[in-house]
């Protein structure tokens, strides 16, 4: 079973996530914060982690940044998520780019092809069409 962490400060989305992701059959972890995310990634063998940009205290960019400093967490596939459009900017100027981001608000469809993309876990044609 793959497992994802889910680093993501709005309490209703990341529930609903969670729930969605674990539906799908993913073992998922999640944080509320930057902080307890980045302190998780290194505890736990991930395939993936989501990372909200936009967190008081750690923003995205600072996981993803000290994250990449670590060999353990350094090749997990990472996808931002955010709720403001000027993440395409900095994202696009980051040195060392994340494997996708994705603008809030987006589709459980979405991110799931962002996520089995990632993975290599191609999503069957017949699932897409009922989504």
């Known amino acids: 079973m793959k497992r994802i962490l889910l680093i993501e400060d709005d309490d209703t989305l ?4 969670v729930e969605a992701l ?3 059959g993913f073992d998922v972890w999640e944080a509320d914060n930057g902080l ?9 063998m991930l395939d993936l982690i989501i990372c909200d940009v936009d967190m008081p205290g750690m923003n995205g960019f600072k996981v993803f940044d000290q994250l990449r400093q670590k060999t353990a ?14 993440l395409a900017h900095d994202y696009a100027n980051q040195p060392n780019q ?14 799931l ?6 993975l290599q876990d191609p999503v069957p044609e017949e699932k897409l069409a009922h989504m």
């Open 36 to 44: 307890t995310g980045f302190s998780l990634a290194q505890k736990i």
């Open 73 to 86: 967490t350094s090749a997990i596939p990472f996808i931002f998520i955010s709720g403001n459009s000027y």
């Open 22 to 24: 674990q539906d799908e």
């Open 98 to 111: 994340a494997n996708a981001c994705l603008l809030k608000p987006f589709s459980f469809r979405e991110l």
């Open 113 to 118: 092809v962002l996520v089995k993309c990632q």
């Open 14 to 17: 990341r529930e609903i996530l």
